[in-house]
């Protein structure tokens, strides 16, 4: 079996809401899929996608770029030799770690159908078949949000990740209403996308936790380590460390210099399947707390993502792999969130559909 040809397909979906957090806002996702076909055999499917107006991962320099490497240097091998071919295209095209991710996705798709097992069976076992999902709440005025909180409550959601970020007695004021309205059996974390210092984020943080906070992710920027670890050993809630963190690596470093108690693991972030692997291990046998999350994209790549968590006993759960449904016009089925939960899907390789 050996590859004979590969299709990007770049696509725009659109956001059922405007989107806002401390960091930016965006009423698209650009992604773009991606198919591998065999001269004999199955063809494998994976998507990928970056934050909007991303200077760091621009979107479509960087589809050209892994499109140009990947036909150069697939074309011809054997789809099942992912560690080598992956190695070449990192080689080839150092940069844009969230495009390769797609075309490594594709490759884990082929090779389940190859063998005629699901990804989670691929990369050790299904461990878990349903995954609490939680929701995001775009930044926005206090009622907005608590609507928006409500009605997903009403869908069966019973974790909700909060966008902070404004200023404190903002941050506040937005908190308590979201509380009163979702009631207290509802787990509310709190995401301020590294708008503040540490000794701002201490005091808001502060202010939120008699209200029933349980975790807050990335409070300072993501290149301040020693304000997160400031803030890490100021509050009670758990601390998760996102930006910044996108490596095996960066991992042991949050560990070695006790910068934060989790770490956010995004199978795009890192760059695909193999680096979140790695990055579990070392949270693991760190003791970090290994959490999922997510950024709005295609439910493909939420579907690689639940394999994942299912394949990986120390992840923890609820995660964040539910954001497709926040996105319009998605050339994917397969995947769908029911009752707050997903279900890991059976079938062959990621389990999903591409529609075109």
Request: aromatic residues 6%; negative net charge; glycine residues 10%.
């Amino acid at each position: 079996m050996k590859i004979e040809k590969l299709t990007f397909i770049p696509h725009r979906l659109k956001r059922r809401g405007r989107w806002q957090t401390a960091s930016y806002s965006a009423d698209f996702v650009d992604v773009f899929y991606v198919k591998i076909q065999t001269d004999d055999g199955p063809t494998g499917i994976g998507a990928g996608s970056v934050i909007p107006n991303s200077r760091s991962d621009p979107f479509t320099e960087g589809l050209e770029a892994v499109k140009a490497a990947a036909n150069s240097l697939f074309v011809g091998q054997d789809p099942l030799q992912v560690g080598v071919l992956m190695t070449a295209l990192h080689r080839a095209v150092p940069r844009y770690v969230r495009h390769k991710a797609g075309i490594e996705l594709a490759l884990y798709d082929l090779m389940g159908k190859a063998f005629n097992v699901s990804l989670s069976t691929l990369l050790g076992g299904t461990t878990r078949e349903v995954i609490p999902v939680i929701r995001m709440l775009a930044l926005g005025n206090p009622e907005e949000m608590a609507e928006t909180a409500v009605k997903f409550i009403e869908q069966g959601y019973r974790h909700l990740k909060v966008k902070l970020g404004t200023d404190p007695a903002g941050d506040l004021e937005r908190f308590k209403t979201l509380r009163s309205a979702v009631g207290p059996d509802i787990t509310l974390t709190v995401d301020f996308n590294g708008a503040y210092d540490a000794a701002t984020a201490i005091k808001a943080i502060a202010s939120l936790v008699a209200h029933g906070l349980a975790m807050v992710e990335q409070p300072v920027p993501g290149t301040d380590l020693k304000g997160m670890a400031a803030v890490t050993q100021a509050v009670e809630p758990i601390v998760l460390a996102d930006q910044g963190v996108q490596s095996a690596p960066e991992v042991f470093q949050v560990a070695r210099e006790n910068v934060a108690n989790a770490v956010s693991i995004k199978l795009l972030k890192f760059g695909g399947l193999r680096e979140s692997l790695a990055a579990a291990r070392v949270c693991e046998a760190a003791g970090l707390i290994c959490h999922v999350g997510g950024t709005a994209s295609s439910g493909l790549v939420d579907a690689a993502q639940a394999h994942f968590i299912s394949a990986t006993p120390s992840v923890v759960t609820p995660s964040e792999i539910g954001e497709f449904e926040a996105l319009d016009g998605d050339l994917v089925e397969g995947l769908e969130v029911i009752d707050g939960n997903i279900r890991v899907p059976t079938g062959p390789g990621l389990g999903v559909n591409l529609t075109v």
